[in-house]
């Protein structure tokens, strides 16, 4: 295994063990949301929840726009980004992927939780938050350090819809 990839390994591997430990602490300490248990209310719980991911995505979408105002890269089709702004973009384009999964993954838990557990909705949206956080600085401190925040929220994703799966299907 080369040096960068046993980074990636441990990137990942800590990333997802945050996350894990991060959604658990969180939902212990979030008091479950008091809404009808109807698939409405418990939609529009996940939904409100669901703006402080979208404004970390708006943040990284206006960080390019603003970089490319403010250089030569006005014209995107020039190839005159920086590194920086490179990263930018394939930090915002991940976070595009990552954001419909993850909204897929909310809203489907959302209506699959027993209403006592609705706290898990908002611990899953704030993780969520900070591991794209991490995701973005990590790949602009060095592109192998992406793999904690990249890890940590695309397992989040998966463990949303498994979970959905086995409430849904048990």
Known sequence: MTKDQRAVAIGASSGTLTMLLLIWGLSKV?????IADAAADRLAYALHWAVLPALVFFTMI?????????????????????????????VADNTTQQFLLFMVGILALSVSLPLARMSIVAAVAITFVIMRIAFWVGYRIKPVHRA??????????????????WFWLR
């Open 148 to 165: 904690f925040g990249f890890a940590s929220t695309a397992y989040l994703n998966l463990g949303m819809m498994l979970a959905t799966l």
């Open 62 to 90: 206006v960080a390019v726009g603003n970089a490319r105002f403010a250089s030569e890269a006005i014209d995107p089709t020039l190839g005159k980004e920086s590194q920086k702004m490179v990263v930018d973009g394939r």
């Open 30 to 34: 979030i008091p479950s949301p008091a």
